[in-house]
Nanobody, 123 residues
Framework: QLQASGGGLVQAGGSLRLSCTAS????????MGWFRQAPGKEREFVAA????????VYADSVKGRFTISRDNAKNTEYLQMNSLKPEDTAVYYC??????????????????WGQGTLVTVSS
């Protein structure tokens, strides 16, 4: 089970830090990622990190503003979001790719999903 938290309302230019903690089993050997879904749009890839943190991929839209990280000892991944824009408004989902240490870039590659946390950026 994955539990995402940290969403909220923030003004444009502000920052938020999302967390996603796994319980029930350890995911330290697997890739983890963040996706987001805005109203009326499909779920889109945001960022992903492999098991060791040595391989990280970002969507072009967040590159340079967002930072993904993980703490395997805490079974937790993070998404630090800086310089937020109104177009970043969405429900953010964390995900785990079981059985694969490498990152995946599409939602269908991920097996476990958190419940989502809402991020709203006001202009």
């Amino acid at each position: 089970q994955l539990q995402a938290s940290g969403g909220g309302l923030v003004q444009a230019g502000g920052s938020l830090r999302l967390s996603c903690t796994a319980s029930g089993r350890t995911f330290s050997s697997y890739a983890m990622g963040w996706f987001r879904q805005a109203p009326g749009k499909e779920r889109e890839f945001v960022a992903a990190i492999n098991w060791s943190g040595g391989s990280i991929v970002y969507a072009d839209s967040v590159k340079g503003r967002f930072t993904i990280s993980r703490d395997n000892a805490k079974n937790t991944e993070y998404l630090q979001m800086n310089s937020l824009k109104p177009e970043d408004t969405a429900v953010y989902y964390c995900a785990v790719r079981v059985g694969a240490a490498r990152v995946g870039l599409t939602a269908r590659e991920y097996d476990y999903w958190g419940q989502g946390t809402l991020v709203t950026v006001s202009s």
